[in-house]
Every structure is written in C-alpha cells, then in structure tokens.
C-alpha cells in the first residue's frame, strides 16, 4: 500500500441507483478498479464513499460528506470508475464538480477522455438515464399486463412480496389486523378511534417494522459496507430517532387503508407518475388492472365506504360556519404542532343531580399532537381550548400594542434592518446567477465560433447547446424565484409602513371578541395576522407571542400572557373536528 503523503492522499467513490443493485457485483467492481487506480499511481486511499441513489440527484449522502471532507483537505484527488457514476445528466454533475474542482482533482479510472469531451459525454448519460427509464417502464407495464410485477419500494400492508413469482402473496400476522380494521369500521367506529386501538393493542405498523429490520441489519458489518454506512453509530442513532418520532399508527394511514380497493382484489398499477419533484396522478386509461389476493370481501370494502361517507357528512354538517382567528398562528408549547380548529355542536355546562345543561355551539382548538397522535402526546387536559378566550386575550395585547406610538416606532426599526439584511443576501444571490448567465452568453458564442471555422460538427454543436440550454433554464427559474422574494420582502415592508393606518382601524373596533359582528371580527383577524407570526399555548395556559413586525421590547417574562387553564380550556363533549 503506498503511503499517505500530502499530494498523493486519495478517495474513492462508488454509487448504484437503488439498495437493490447494491446487492449484486457493481459495487465491488468499482472499488476493485477504482483500488487498481490508485495503486497504479502512486496513491495513497484515505476513504471509501459509497451511495445507493439515483444519478440525477445532484445532493446524496456520501457524495455531500465527500464534498465536505474535500473542503477540509482530507485528500487531494477523488476516484471515480466511469464518469456517470459522478452523476447523470448535466445539473447533477456539474453541481458536484464545481464543488470539488475547487479543493481536489477528479480522475476516472475507467475512461481516459480529454476535457473538451467531458461535456458530451455528460450530456449523454443524461439521454441515457432517460431512454432507461422509458424502457425499465415499459418492461414494467408489460409484466403488469401479464400477471406479475416487479419489486415494489414498498408494498401493501397485508402483502408480501415473492421475487420467485414476482407477485404479492398475503402476509398472514398483518392480514388479521387489516380484516379487524374494516370489522371495526362497518361497526361504525371512526378513523382516529381505530388508530387509538390498534396502539392500545401494540400492532406494529409497517414503518416500524422496517425501521427495526434496519437496526438489526446495521449491526452487520458487510451490510453497513456495501450500503456506504461509514458512522454506523451516527445512523443507529437516527434509526432510533425515527422509530421514537414514528412509533404507532396514525389516522392518515389507517384512513388511506380503508380507501384502497386493492384489499378485495380490484388493484392498478402505472397509477402515478414522477414529472420534475412530483408524484402527479395518470389519467384514468392508463392504468393497468392488476390482481391482489383478496383480504376482504366486495360486500365489507362497500360497508366500509359508506360508513366513511356518512361520517364525513356529520362531521361536514357540525362544522362552523364562523373564521377562526389564530387558525395557522397558534402552536402547542409541548408537542410543537399547530392547533387545528374543533367545533362542539353541543357543550356540557352544569349536572345538577340527573339534570344537565347544555350550550349550544362550542369553537374550540386542539393540538395535533393530541388530534392525530393520542398515543405520543398528552399535551392538555381537557383537550380542547374555548376559541373565545384565547382569542380575546391575543386581540387584548394586540389592541394595547397599536395605540402605542413608541413601541412601534422601535418594532419598525427592528424590522428595517432584518429586512436590509435579507435584501442584501438576495441581491448576493441575485449578482452570483445574473453572472453565471452572462457566462453561459459566452459560452454559447465561443461554440459557435468553432462551428463557423469547422473544429465542431453540427451534431457536437446541438448537444452542447442543449447543456447550455438546461442549465440556463434552471437558473432562469431560480432568478424568477429570487426576484419573486424580493418583491415579496418589498411588499411587506408597504406594509409596515401603513402601521398607522392598521392603528386607527383597530381604535375603531370593539375591545371584546364576542360582540363583534362578523365583519369586525374579520378586520381583526387580518390586524392579528399581519402583525403576529406565531403564538405559543403550553399546558398551564401560559401564551407567549412572537411579532412579525420585529421584537417590539427585549424578551422577558412580562410578553408572555399567563392565564390559567380554567381560563382558557373547557371540556367539550362529542367535539367534532373541522379541517
């Protein structure tokens, strides 16, 4: 092994698209040629860098920690077997060698091109991810039509899947659950009732179990090697994370289980498809049917339907016609989640022996911790908050801040430098694309000066404009972007400077939230939102309030609003939750 000196200290990257593709030969084969490289010259190997994901991702794990340790002069020269495993397409692989060329040299152990062909080669690879994708799909819809299907990323709940018949068959200790869950439905039991049962019971949800069979397979040393896990200790730990975060059912899963037909046997495949970042849905005609083995039966997926729909038009039937003030604002101090919006169509108020009072029409808020996620959180009790009250104490402060001057004046001289700051960092960033475009105006014209005196055939000057032309629409986008938050950042500064004007409209309106119509009440809530970002409720009613328009005193105990918990929550009684 040669030895490690300042100038011939190297690393080695690897990278296959999927973990799936990790498991045959590939990755061996380019540490193995990448080695003999290395060996050949003299080099001393410092790391191995290893990802399984996709080329066109100019961000993965390994190849940013790559990056980062290039910039800290751990190594003078990255390996790399063939120059698509760098990256595919022209975006991705030139963000990671801008970022290198800076710091290290790049070699490829298994090409030896000169660097004026670099470009064509890249801007090849990226057809070439293209045309895979296009035949991998419709290998794919070919296989669906006949029976079979390919390894999904993940399958159903209630499925596994036989890579020897390349089909789902069913997986017995989850299919119970799943007829349970739709026997629990037709019975008439809600969603987050159902998700409340199934945690009480400890039925492990399909995420956990794949977090659990990744904290057995880090404990293998080869797995952890040929899947580029280099701080195994660091992923242990956010495995851990993810399965204290992530543990349990929630109501979203369980609402989606209940919708899918494919429990009693009527499936499609080549539903979706991925256009730019986004999963988008296919039109109707080209899905393919495909057939699951049936857990259920037609006649209970049709009960369970119905009782869906006649419990979505309760709940549409009981909600409140009135807006909410701090909807989108109010946060939960414990579980950090925002507070969704609740109506009680009828509230318990007094027992008096076998008699009890009812009020009519309670609003209310409830934190998502509590809402969705009963088994993580318990973040109050009672649950929900009387919208009334914490509404009035955040108009109370509000009210009393706009008729002070002095206070104001200080919050818009806060706000004033945040926004130079900010405005100075977009037109930084505005400086560094406008130049990268002018640079690519020269580019393009140096190409076609080789065109005209005939160094460039025709074809190598199409191709290399479609490289400048993909990169010069990325950057016109981000431009548009930047130039969208400068506008933005101006516009609120406009603003601010109509405070005044926001003053004398709030001296005009009612100092109690209850007795305003509903146009004061709307007036007031644009007042609330505009001048405050977010307001914090902890589980002793204590509400602290962050300004949008700048700290307007420094933070202390005294801007936070200490009220009781009989102050603000009440009991509600058959609460029903509006979106």
Not at 52 to 76: C, H, P, Q, V, Y
Request: with cysteine; aromatic share 8%.
């Amino acid at each position: 092994m040669p030895k490690q000196t300042a100038g011939n200290r190297a690393a080695i990257y690897a990278r296959v698209s999927t973990e799936e593709q990790g498991d045959n030969n590939s990755i061996p084969d380019q540490l193995f040629v990448c080695r003999q490289y290395a060996e050949s010259h003299d080099l001393g190997i410092v790391g191995e860098y290893i990802d399984m994901e996709s080329g066109l991702k100019g961000s993965r794990t390994n190849i940013d920690m790559l990056i980062a340790d290039a910039k800290r002069g751990l190594f003078d020269m990255v390996i790399v077997k063939k120059i698509d495993r760098l990256g595919r397409g022209p975006r991705a692989f030139y963000r990671i060698m801008d970022q290198l060329d800076n710091c290290v040299a790049v070699k490829f152990a298994a090409e030896d091109y000169p660097e004026e062909v670099i470009p064509f080669l890249v801007a090849f690879g990226g057809l070439e991810v293209k045309m895979i994708k296009e035949r991998t799909s419709a290998g794919r819809r070919t296989k669906a039509r006949s029976g079979r299907i390919s390894r999904p990323p993940r399958t159903l709940y209630g499925y596994a899947y036989d890579p020897e018949t390349e089909a789902f068959v069913i997986n017995e200790a989850e299919t119970r659950w799943v007829r349970q869950i739709f026997a629990w439905h037709v019975e008439g039991i809600g969603v987050p009732k159902i998700t409340h049962m199934l945690n009480q019971e400890g039925v492990p949800s399909r995420l956990e179990c794949e977090l659990t069979e990744r904290l057995t397979n880090l404990a293998d040393e080869h797995w952890c090697r040929l899947h580029g896990i280099r701080d195994v200790e660091a992923e242990r730990n956010k495995v851990r994370a993810r399965l204290a975060k992530h543990n349990g059912w929630y109501t979203q899963i369980v609402a989606k289980l209940l919708k899918n037909a494919s429990y009693c046997g009527e499936g499609f495949v080549n539903k979706h498809t991925v256009e730019g970042t986004k999963r988008v849905l296919r039109p109707r005609e080209e899905w393919i049917a495909f057939s699951y083995p049936p857990i259920i039966d037609r006649t209970t997926f049709d009960a369970a339907q119905a009782v869906t729909d006649r419990l979505k038009r309760y709940r549409t039937l009981q909600r409140s016609d009135r807006e909410y003030m701090l909807r989108g604002i109010l946060y939960c101090a414990e579980c950090q989640k925002g507070f969704v919006i609740t109506y009680a169509p009828w509230h318990r108020v007094a027992k008096d022996g076998t008699k009890t009072t009812y009020e009519r029409g309670t609003r209310g808020y409830r934190c998502r911790g509590m809402r969705y996620y009963p088994h993580l959180y318990q973040c109050r009790r009672p649950a929900n908050v009387v919208a009334h009250r914490v509404e009035q104490a955040v108009w109370e402060k509000i009210y009393t801040g706009l008729q002070n001057p002095e206070l104001l004046g200080v919050a818009l001289e806060c706000e004033g430098r945040m926004a130079q700051e900010a405005e100075s960092h977009l037109l930084e960033a505005i400086g560094r694309i406008e130049r990268r475009l002018a640079d690519l105006d020269i580019q393009s014209q140096r190409i076609l000066r080789l065109f005209v005196t005939g160094k460039w055939a025709e074809a190598d000057l199409d191709m290399q404009r479609t490289v400048i032309m993909e990169e010069r629409e990325a950057l016109e986008a981000e431009l548009a972007e930047r130039y969208e938050q400068r506008n933005r950042q101006i516009d609120h500064r406009e603003l601010l400077r109509r405070v005044s004007t926001i003053a004398e409209v709030a001296a005009q309106l009612p100092v109690s939230v209850r007795v305003m119509t509903p146009d004061e009440y709307r007036q007031a809530m644009d007042l609330v939102r505009l001048i405050l970002q977010r307001l914090t409720l902890d589980r002793h009613g204590k509400l602290t309030i962050d300004m949008t328009i700048g700290e307007v005193q420094p933070r202390s105990d005294a801007e936070s609003l200490p009220i009781s918990s009989d102050g603000i929550a009440e009991p509600s009684q058959g609460g029903r939750q509006s979106s």
